[in-house]
């Protein structure tokens, strides 16, 4: 085996194994397989243009080469991004650990409690700061929260609102430029009109519904906003208020003084910059927005032995569910980053945190009176870590040249002022560097600060409740303890470092640790979003690189990398669509034709793009019914703006007149998105722009190997053809996208742009011959899993010489008649140390399989033999030969304490409940918790730290 070659490292290319899946298959070369799996007619003539492949030695060598390119500045710009320290203690036993990186979204509650105990402690963490009783798992950064307020407040108008069609939403011009953006991307498509102003001298009428103001100011003065809000809920108006987590450690909480909402990011709590995200946003609210809250919530419940337990709370609220009913198309959240940011929370206490805050303030009081003395015109409002200016624009650009000569970066947005937001990372030396700078500027001597710890906030804007009482918050500050609690939470989820995650359409592969590593290097850490564009010239060419690297995969002219999650990158994609249309003058089109083998977010990302949704029929063999598709294009032909497909489809394989239904939407008026969730059975072989796609989405944390993170982060780039290459999202801070590109659709100018190292990395160690040695093996594995299984299971769909792409639905209804649910054998399978593949989508009863180009033939086996044995067990029930009610299945998981304890009732031995098969004595993982009761939980929801009895 060559050892310098990754694409060894990333499939099992045993030979023998190899040979038997493919005799297995009924096929005597790869080739022969590939050629009956995807239609001739897409199929690329040329190997793709990508460099060759680095060794993973050569790639950490490449990477730290780029990362000396992004230069190390100091830097005070403030802006909702702010250097932090990131405890070692987080970054080894979080960050940089695979199991708390690799594991899936917790949908599998009993083998998922860990993550959810930390994400449990991120909403107490942030319902103590805002005030508020209720609050999500995070969201995607602070505009998308802020957008997803403005949203929810839209939805929730009155009565006399909607009649009065009031459809006006206030913002606050202190509101950051980048959020303004990004909500008035998703205004532009809600129908929503957004009016920025003045607080202090605008007036609201009966037009608006909704306000948005930010504390503290986008220029750092903190402003108590109750008397504001007061006169705003006389007038009916819903109001959010976009905050700094660290500042409300000190300052009167969002929800004292009235609003209904707060949003905001928890970067500061320990997150690296990364040059704008990954970060966990927050969001808080009234509970009687429950029904409409956006993302994901953690609640308590019990398990079916009535022990305590944890799990996704009003998950009918999701929009795979609700689909073109939804409110939001979020369908992610920031997992790994709200665990770091919730064990930040814990580490610290409160008192850490209000030293931490203490001390930022404390500094930004000394340079505030450093250059005050020094004679420079400060502003005197109050504020809490941010020193404000008055300087002309021409005395703006002397000092920046100035400034950059001592390699200091300040914020120079604001017509009219500079600004200086001090962080955790600022040491009373860096003060002093900042004061001699400024005292050089003025031809001045400078003078060494020596910061006085005394408050300068005005007594009304401090908080006077107390929080983060929670015995969480109040245990674990020594590093052993807290490494310790980390590692129990850890050994409570089952990852990738387990076993194969065969989830359908989310493509659990391997996240190498070479693709991982440049992470944790400052360089890549350190970076802020709106430094000048030379300053990151690391991240600059890494990012070129990879715009062009996956617009040549998929055939396009040009890539975004803007978008955050893979709906992001659906919503983006309309909304390019939509102006695309409108700029040549056909901005009427409004109908979205999507299949019912479309994947589940699509609809709500075209309600959300302000599309109306018409569903194409499938056949009952899966394919798209082409008869039904002919008849709603020329029924909609004059207002048909998009055709979304999923391709291959939900269903499991590619349709083969794909061309002629792409051919058929472009004669008509319409453009085509497809969606890249299934890109995987895809790369070195077809491409979203050989089947006649005009934008596509790609899912990075599936496809090109960033890890999921327990549900996030993800990043959701669009690749578009030549013409829609003008209408690419922008930023207003930095210069990026389109020459007539929409609004922002993410806070930061591209996106999650740390984690960009490692779908770089990936497409960079396996070069173009890899990539599709990589598509290779995910239709190799998912063809020999259906063959194994077919003996024993229906298979629902295959195309016509019955082949599935990279996936297959494995069909578990003909056992309902036994009482036995799909939801029963994925339950079982954690007994046998597996994850469940996706359960009852596309279809309900189902599971739909994937298996990855990165497990082994053995791995496979493993889980096809698993899947059997249930069955088996199933065949038991049938037989007579185990209770209807009272069986494996039915009981199912079984915990380490149900199996060991003197109270054994079950009508089955300890043994086949804990080791039905042999070798799961060697891989043996116990699900912490028995049985989640998902209804006792929504009927009781709580969703804090606090104790059940409390609520009950």
Request: charged content about 20%; hydrophobic content about 40%.
């Amino acid at each position: 085996m060559n050892t310098q070659q990754f694409v060894n490292r990333h499939i099992n290319f045993n030979e023998a194994d190899k040979n038997a899946m493919l005799q297995k298959i009924g096929v005597s070369s790869v080739e022969e397989l590939i050629s009956q799996t995807i239609p001739d007619a897409i199929r690329l003539e040329n190997e793709l243009d990508i460099s060759a492949p680095l060794s993973e030695y050569e790639m950490l060598q490449h990477s730290k080469e780029l990362a000396a390119k992004n230069l190390d500045y100091d830097t005070y710009i403030g802006f909702g991004y702010h250097n932090s320290i990131l405890p070692s203690v987080i970054q080894r036993n979080i960050l940089e650990n695979p199991s708390w990186y690799t594991a899936y979204t917790p949908y599998q509650a009993e083998i998922a409690q860990g993550r959810l105990e930390a994400l449990l402690n991120y909403q107490t963490l942030i319902t103590n700061l805002t005030g508020f009783h209720l609050a999500n798992a995070s969201l995607l950064d602070e505009g998308t929260a802020a957008s997803e307020a403005m949203s929810m407040f839209f939805s929730n108008r009155t009565k006399d609102q909607k009649k009065a069609e009031a459809n006006k939403f206030f913002v606050s011009d202190l509101v950051l430029p980048q959020t303004i953006a990004v909500l008035k991307t998703k205004a532009d498509g809600l129908g929503i009109d957004i009016i920025v102003g003045s607080h202090e001298n605008f007036e609201l009428n009966a037009e608006f519904f909704g306000a948005i103001l930010q504390y503290p100011g986008k220029n750092g003065v903190v402003i108590d906003y109750t008397g504001l809000i007061s006169n705003y809920k006389a007038l009916n108006l819903q109001v959010v208020v976009a905050c700094d987590p660290l500042a409300l450690v000190k300052l009167k909480s969002p929800a004292e003084m009235g609003a209904d909402c707060a949003v905001g990011t928890t970067q500061r709590f320990g997150i690296p910059l990364g040059y704008g995200g990954p970060h966990a946003a927050f969001f808080a609210c009234k509970e009687e927005y429950k029904r409409d809250i956006p993302g994901r919530i953690i609640g308590v419940t019990q398990d079916a032995y009535g022990k305590r337990a944890l799990r996704m709370a009003l998950q009918t609220r999701e929009q795979h569910i609700k689909r073109e009913k939804a409110t939001s198309n979020i369908c992610t959240a920031q997992v790994l980053l709200a665990v770091m940011a919730s064990m930040y929370a814990v580490y610290h206490g409160k008192a850490g945190l209000e030293y931490i805050a203490d001390q930022i303030h404390f500094k930004t009081n000394a340079l505030r009176d450093a250059l005050s003395a020094l004679g420079y015109d400060t502003v005197k409002e109050p504020v809490f870590d941010t020193v404000k200016i008055s300087m002309s624009e021409e005395e703006k650009d002397k000092l920046k040249r100035l400034m950059l000569d001592h390699k200091i970066n300040l914020n120079y947005f604001t017509e009219g002022f500079v600004s200086i937001s001090i962080n955790e990372t600022t040491t009373t030396e860096k003060i002093d560097k900042v004061v001699a700078a400024f005292a050089q500027f003025k031809q001045k001597q400078g003078f060494k600060l020596e910061p006085k710890a005394v408050s300068t906030l005005p007594e009304n804007l401090l908080r006077k409740d107390d929080i983060l009482k929670e015995e969480v918050f109040n245990k674990y500050h020594t590093e052993t303890e807290l490494m310790r609690y980390i590692k129990r939470l850890e050994r409570k989820d089952l990852s990738l470092t387990h076993s194969m995650i065969s989830l359908g359409s989310c493509t659990m592969k391997l996240n190498a640790a070479t693709e991982m590593i440049p992470l944790s290097w400052e360089h890549w850490g350190a970076i802020h979003p709106f430094v000048p564009i030379n300053q990151a010239d690391g991240y600059q060419k890494l990012i070129k690189t990879l715009e062009k690297d996956l617009a040549t995969i998929t055939g396009f002219a040009a890539t975004s990398l803007q978008p955050n999650s893979g709906a992001q990158g659906e919503y983006a994609g309309l909304m390019v669509i939509r102006a695309y249309q409108k700029s040549i003058g056909q901005g009427h089109r409004n109908i979205c034709l999507i299949p019912q083998s479309a994947h589940g977010t699509n609809p709500a990302s075209a309600v959300i793009a302000g599309l109306k949704v018409v569903v194409v029929k499938n056949l009952e063999g899966g394919q798209i019914d082409f008869e039904d598709l002919k008849a709603k294009v020329e029924e909609h032909k004059d207002n048909l703006s998009a055709f979304m497909i999923t391709y291959p489809s939900t269903y499991g394989f590619f349709d083969d007149n794909v061309k002629e239904i792409t051919d058929l939407i472009h004669e008509n008026g319409g453009q085509v998105y497809m969606d890249g969730a299934n890109m995987n059975a895809q790369v070195g072989f077809t491409s979203p722009g050989n089947i006649g796609a005009d934008v596509c989405h790609l899912n990075l944390h599936k496809t090109f190997a960033i890890p999921h993170g327990g549900g996030g982060p993800g990043v959701g780039p669009i690749c578009v053809a030549k013409h829609l290459v003008p209408f690419l999202p922008q930023n207003p801070n930095i210069p990026t996208g389109g020459s007539q590109g929409i609004d922002a659709i993410s806070s930061a100018p591209y996106g999650s742009s740390l984690v960009l190292n490692i779908s770089y990395a990936y497409i960079k160690m396996l070069g173009a011959v890899g990539l599709r040695n990589s598509t290779e093996f995910a239709i190799i594995n998912a063809n020999y899993l259906k063959e194994v299984l077919a003996e024993h299971f229906p298979i629902l769909y295959a195309n016509k010489k019955g082949r599935v792409a990279h996936e297959c639905i494995v069909d578990f209804r003909q056992f309902k008649p036994l009482g036995i649910e799909v939801a029963d054998v994925a339950k079982r399978l954690m007994d046998y140390g597996f994850h469940a593949p996706t359960v009852s989508f596309p279809v309900a009863g189902t599971l739909m399989i994937e298996p990855t180009e990165s497990e082994s033939k053995a791995e496979l086996d493993r889980f096809a033999e698993a899947l059997i044995a249930i069955k088996a067990e199933i065949e038991e029930i049938a037989e007579g030969k185990a209770d209807a009610h009272n069986n494996v299945l039915k009981n199912a998981p079984h915990t380490e304490q149900v199996v060991i304890s003197d109270a054994w009732d079950k009508p089955y031995s300890r043994e086949k409940a804990a080791y039905p098969l042999e070798w799961v004595r060697e891989h043996k993982f116990f699900a912490s918790v028995s049985r989640v009761d998902e209804a006792f939980g929504d009927r009781n929801l709580v969703c804090t730290c606090e104790p059940i009895e409390s609520y009950m």
